[in-house]
């Protein structure tokens, strides 16, 4: 089936049924799970709900394809990487139109961001792995040369969450595929679909028979099962801190190779000589991006207290101005991604009003009008909150929403102890015009990431991961050479 034949206005009368994709073959299963279309409450896809049986079939076919896949050289390798690429950019819409209903964030940003970037990864860990350089150097007095060369570590478990679902998805496959690995992966229950339409991609453009193998479920079944599995070499997840660590602690005691790339509690920092013209429209979307479901969102404001009641101001008017709607619509929120994440954020909100907090804007306090297919649909208005102490649950725990605390600060000492003093530490952004200052507080924060004057511009050669309970290792077109590969030294000594 190619893509443009998916129905992608599947309805509870008619669902769209997704397949489990085992050894090149898409595979039907016994039972199935309903998946939410987020603007509307109603189902509109049957996704598999796969146990132990199916995990151990995509394992044993993506090792029974490890021998193929990795004596193949880096540039046979990447030539499969960048036709996936290509035909991902070629279905752009449709790839988009499906993020977006599944989802819930506007078709406009999944074109934007969400699809062009799963291509990027495929592209560039396909140019990449063919510029790998190993390491060498010789002892002279001892006439001997050392160098070092890396294989592949054989299958690959990879687990992406809902909220950025082939973005994040792809970014695990590329590197994994690109070292010469072999895949078997568990995305989202929540957002499987476009999973599901890559894999159709994947098989179109020829890739063989068992390299990327995709079994959909819950983390329960299908994800236990895969962690436990003793064939899977390597454990890639991205996701909650808890899971995470379960996942740590399973795959220590079988020593597998993990990274966890996990929750965060971001801050921005405003400092007095920021420049608010460029600072309110980049702090909007750093706050609200994607219904505020990034791990990198900015969830703590820290303003300077010469201009925090300005700050204030215009950043409540701005958010205000916001339009929240359907996704297919031009809007710049569309709803959460599912009913129990709605509930979970509107019950911060109300710890936040319990512990006394003044709502500026947002739940509660604004009014939200939709049309009559959508009011049984998840959305929720982007919500400031001012007036909270750092203890509170809403400045210590993650709550992955439009909502924003604000607060104000006075000296550099203060904020970095206060952006410091969580459990998290995954990024941060910093706002101000003393490059001097700018960097001297940067260095001072246990964070992965610190972004100065801006914020979500990547380079992929550039390491990501977080701090603490943000998670351990780190992403990108080299560092997840470590992850995926196995480095080997070779010491020869001359006659």
């Keep these: ?193 476009t999973a599901w339409m890559l894999c159709k991609l994947a098989k179109d453009v020829g890739l063989p028979d068992g390299v990327l193998n995709m079994v959909f479920g819950t983390g329960l079944n299908a994800g236990e099962a895969l962690i436990n599995h003793k064939d899977v070499n390597v454990i890639s997840f991205t996701g909650s801190t808890n899971v995470g660590r379960h996942i740590g602690q399973i795959a220590a005691k079988s020593i597998k190779k993990v990274s966890l790339e996990l929750g965060g509690k971001n801050a921005g920092i405003i400092l007095d000589d920021a420049d608010l013209s460029k600072v309110i429209p980049a702090t909007i979307n750093s706050c609200f991006l994607n219904q505020g479901e990034i791990c990198l969102c900015t969830s703590r404001i820290f303003v300077q207290r010469p201009i925090y009641e300005e700050f204030v101001q215009r950043l409540v008017q701005e958010t205000k101005n916001l339009k929240v709607g359907p996704p297919t619509e031009d809007v710049f929120m569309g709803p959460l991604v599912s009913q129990l994440h709605l509930e979970k954020v509107q019950s911060y909100i109300n710890i936040a009003r319990e512990d006394g907090a003044t709502i500026l804007c947002g739940e509660t306090v604004d009014e939200l009008s939709l049309a009559a297919p959508y009011k049984k649909g998840y959305f929720i208005r982007p919500t400031i909150i001012t007036g909270l102490a750092d203890s509170s649950a809403c400045m210590q725990e993650e709550i992955f929403g439009p909502v924003v605390c604000i607060s104000p600060f006075d000296t550099e000492e203060e904020v970095i102890e206060r952006v410091n003093n969580v459990k998290y530490g995954l990024c941060s952004a910093v706002w101000g015009q003393s490059g001097e200052r700018l960097l001297r507080i940067a260095h001072k924060l246990h964070v992965g990431t610190v972004w100065i004057n801006c914020w979500l511009i990547r380079s992929l050669d550039m390491p990501f991961g977080g701090m603490k309970e943000s998670g351990i290792g780190r992403e990108g077109t080299s560092h997840s050479l470590e992850l995926y590969t196995e480095e080997t030294t070779i010491c020869y000594k001359f006659q």
């Excluded at 199916?54 to 076919?61: I, M, P």
Aim: hydrophobic letters at 40%; aromatic letters at 8%; proline letters at 6%.
């Design 1 to 193: 089936m190619a893509l443009s034949e998916i129905n992608l206005l599947s309805d509870n009368s008619n669902p769209l049924v997704v397949e489990n994709f085992i050894g090149g073959n898409f595979v039907k299963c016994s039972k199935y799970l309903d998946s939410y279309n987020p603007s509307t409450g109603e189902v509109w896809a049957q996704i598999p709900d796969s146990d132990s049986n199916e995990v151990d079939e995509a394992v044993r076919h993506a090792k029974n394809a490890f021998p193929m896949w990795s004596s193949k050289t880096a540039a046979e390798r990447a030539r499969f990487l960048i036709k996936i690429a290509e035909s991902i950019e070629e279905n752009l819409e449709i790839l988009a139109a499906a993020e977006s209903r599944d989802q819930g964030k506007p078709v406009a940003l999944a074109k934007r961001m969400d699809i062009p970037r799963a291509a990027l990864n495929f592209r560039a860990f396909a140019e990449s792995i063919c510029h790998h350089l190993n390491i060498s150097n010789s002892i002279p007095e001892m006439g001997c040369l050392n160098y070092t060369v890396r294989k592949p570590v054989g299958v690959a478990a990879l687990i992406s969450p809902w909220n950025l679902p082939l973005y994040l998805l792809t970014f695990k496959i590329a590197p994994a595929l690109a070292s010469g690995n072999c895949v078997v992966c568990k995305p989202s229950e929540v957002t499987s679909v």
